[in-house]
């Protein structure tokens, strides 16, 4: 159930992982508010990690872009795919194995600076693959991942997701890649580094701790657009977290959201860091208020006191995933929604 705050976010967690795309920014232009509000809270104590499952970029570059939004940003700050599938991978094998990587030149310049070697074929016998996503990538990269899975090479990768947005339009992403290579060998990914991993928040939480004062768990909020990756993430990692509806995320997703993918707080953007939020309070045993704003059931719709009030859409929420518990599956599709505009 959503919670609510007495004080501002940025004074309650003393680090946040925000993702990018959707919640700082949208491919090259800023998001509204996101930067003057990641200022804000940094000014009241809150650290920041930046955490993406882009493993093609390089941090430097990515933090270049943030500082052109105003952001005072360390390129470590930034907490690529790439760099958590090569500690991930380090980890697990001895220092020196032979690794074969399908990817960018970010994620072969972060497996050598994990003392791994890389090897360029199939032929040069690997201890693992990793494979990410590169706009290069061919069916020659493909086949060599494939070779080397079926000669016994461990198989790791960057992400899972299926698509990629583009200039054009939704592209073939990370996830896509992968399934050729596990229709191919028959073999799937023994560990991905991307969300809905939590790998990437406890791999930012590590270097944030390195850096300065160590933090736990429970002084951390996953920021995302996403219910099925970065909140996913902070639920199975057991962080919280704070969905905002600037990116992919909706009303209607928000309500139909299964267990595992309900945040702990909502907002609208990224002003929410430095704001209080009332909790939604059931009064009745179909209503739920949250501040001034009201949600209740009538026998065929869900109706809400202001459909353009964010707090309507909390009480709506806490609604919707009580009854929902309390009736079974899919007990709230029957009701008519309102048309959320916020």
């Not at 990224?270 to 059931?282: G, I, K, T, V």
């Not at 709230?332 to 048309?339: E, I």
Request: net charge negative.
């Amino acid at each position: 159930m959503l919670r609510g705050t007495t004080k501002p976010i940025s004074e309650l967690y003393s680090l946040a992982l925000l993702d990018l795309d959707g919640v700082v920014y949208r491919g090259k232009d800023p998001v509204p508010y996101a930067s003057q509000s990641i200022g804000d809270a940094e000014k009241r104590g809150m650290g920041v990690e930046y955490t993406t499952n882009n493993s093609a970029r390089f941090q430097s570059t990515v933090a270049n872009q943030l500082r052109g939004f105003g952001l005072d940003v360390r390129a470590d700050q930034v907490m690529t795919s790439s760099v958590v599938a090569a500690r991930m991978v380090a980890r697990q094998l001895p220092a020196g194995s032979r690794i074969l990587v399908i990817g960018s030149d970010h994620l072969r310049e972060e497996v050598q600076k994990q003392g791994l070697t890389l090897v360029g074929s199939a032929q040069d016998d690997p201890d693992a693959v990793i494979q990410g996503w590169y706009p290069q990538i061919a069916w020659t990269d493909l086949a060599q991942a494939a070779f080397a899975v079926e000669r016994g090479a461990r198989y790791f990768v960057t992400n899972l997701d299926a698509t990629i947005p583009r200039e054009l339009g939704i592209a073939p992403g990370c996830g896509s890649m992968i399934h050729a290579v596990v229709a191919a060998t028959g073999v799937e990914p023994e560990d991905s580094a991307g969300k809905p991993e939590s790998a990437m928040y406890d791999e930012a939480l590590l270097l944030a701790s390195s850096n300065g004062s160590p933090f736990g768990k429970e002084q951390c909020l996953a920021v995302g657009d996403r219910l099925d990756t970065d909140i996913e993430a902070g639920n199975r990692g057991g962080y919280d977290s704070l969905a905002v509806l600037t990116g992919v995320c909706d009303a209607e997703q928000l309500l139909y959201a299964p267990a595992y993918q309900r945040p702990t707080f909502i907002a609208s953007d990224l002003r929410a860091l430095n704001e209080s939020m009332p909790e939604p309070r059931q009064v009745g045993p179909l209503q739920f208020n949250c501040g001034q704003a009201t949600a209740r059931l009538t026998e065929t719709a869900l109706e809400v006191s202001d459909t353009s009030d964010i707090n309507a859409l909390r009480a709506a929420c806490n609604l919707f995933w009580q009854y929902d518990e309390r009736e079974g599956t899919d007990a709230t599709v029957k009701f008519v929604l309102p048309q959320f505009n916020l």
